[in-house]
Each structure stands twice: as structure tokens, then as C-alpha cells.
């Protein structure tokens, strides 16, 4: 009687460079218990220098891996048909020059367009023609206006991303996180379809 095995691939996994993979790290299996502990240790795929930063592990390498060891096992697969292998390498000390050089861009660059923006509004005839509205006073320079709202664009800007520094509000993602989460799906559907050979082939004439 055969023995049933059920798998699911990861979607993302990192390692270091030269690892060795398993099955258990490129899968979550269930089935009997003495033949997962089993299959979780056999070798799968040997990360060598050749793989640069992105190894693809179809869904069919871990089928075959399991047959190897045992051939009466029935493998059903769930989930994703490939694990995206992600290899991490030593990352390099950060150059506090370039760091500040580019910090110091982010600043002057974020605030001139915040300069821009307000200046092509007339943000700053809109709070006089307020002032005048409620006081009904002219004032070139309405600071109980200018002041509240040059707190309240910052304090809108940290509710907008969510963060204080490296601190969460609250669990809801913010835009930004949205955004980058889009675009490392995005990234990841590239990698699936360019980094996997066994997914295209090319046949050549005779």
C-alpha cells in the first residue's frame, strides 16, 4: 500500500552562499511522521558560485528527490510549483560619505518640491485670504495659519508612512510597504519565468 505525502513549496527562501539544500527547506511536507523527518534531510540542490544571486527550485527536482529515496511514496503537490532561492552575501560596511552625500540629496531634493508644489497652489495667498476671512485683517505674513499647517504636513507625513523612525503605529501597511510589496511580486514573477529553465525550452530544427 502506498503512502501518501502531501507538498508545498515555499515561495521565497534566503540562504548564504555554498549551502546545501534540503528538502525540508525548500518545502513544508505532512504524511507519516518517521518518513518526513526522513525526507526533510535529503539534498536537493548545492548552491555554488555559478547561481549569482537568484536560484529557481522547481516543484518537479523536489518530486524527483523523493522518488529517488522511495519510489512507492504518492507526492501530492499544493501551492506554488517553485521556490524562489534568494542567495545573501556579506553585506558591505556603509561609506558614511556617500551616505550623507545622498541623504543630504533626499532632504534638499524632498524639500524643493514641497517649496514647488506650495508655490504653484499659492498656498501662501490661500492662508492670507483665510486670515482675512476669519479677522478680517490683511497680513502678508499669517503665521497662525502657516504655523499649524507646516506641523500638520509633517505629522501627516508620519500617519501617511506609518513610522516613527523605526517604529510601527500600527499594523495597517502603509503605501510605501504596499508599493515595494507590489513590486517584489512583481520582481519574483520575472524571476519565476527567466530564472526557471526547466519552465522554457528551446527545440532547434534538425
Excluded at 41 to 53: A, F, N
Amino acid at each position: 500500500m502506498k503512502r501518501t505525502i502531501y507538498v508545498k513549496m515555499r515561495q521565497r527562501l534566503q540562504v548564504p552562499p555554498d549551502y546545501k539544500l534540503r528538502l525540508g527547506d525548500v518545502a513544508q511536507m505532512t504524511g507519516p511522521q518517521e518518513v518526513v523527518a526522513v525526507l526533510q534531510r535529503l539534498p536537493v540542490y548545492q548552491i555554488t558560485e555559478k547561481d549569482k544571486t537568484h536560484v529557481v527550485l522547481d516543484a518537479m527536482k523536489v518530486i524527483e528527490a523523493i522518488r529517488r529515496h522511495d519510489n512507492n511514496l504518492e507526492v501530492n503537490l499544493f501551492g506554488s510549483a517553485a521556490t524562489i532561492v534568494e542567495i545573501i552575501y556579506e553585506k558591505r560596511k556603509v561609506n558614511v560619505f556617500f551616505f550623507a552625500v545622498i541623504w543630504l540629496l533626499l532632504f534638499i531634493g524632498s524639500g524643493l518640491a514641497i517649496i514647488y508644489f506650495h508655490e504653484d497652489v499659492s498656498m501662501q495667498q490661500v492662508h492670507q485670504r483665510l486670515y482675512y476671512m476669519i479677522t478680517g485683517e490683511i497680513n502678508r505674513k499669517p503665521l497662525l495659519f502657516q504655523i499649524p499647517y507646516s506641523l500638520g504636513l509633517g505629522l501627516g507625513m508620519v500617519l501617511f508612512f506609518n513610522h516613527v523612525f523605526q517604529k510601527r503605529i500600527n499594523e495597517e501597511p502603509s503605501p510605501l510597504e504596499v508599493e515595494v510589496f507590489q513590486y517584489q511580486q512583481s520582481l519574483d514573477q520575472y524571476v519565476l519565468v527567466n530564472e526557471n529553465k526547466e519552465s522554457t525550452k528551446q527545440l532547434e530544427d534538425d
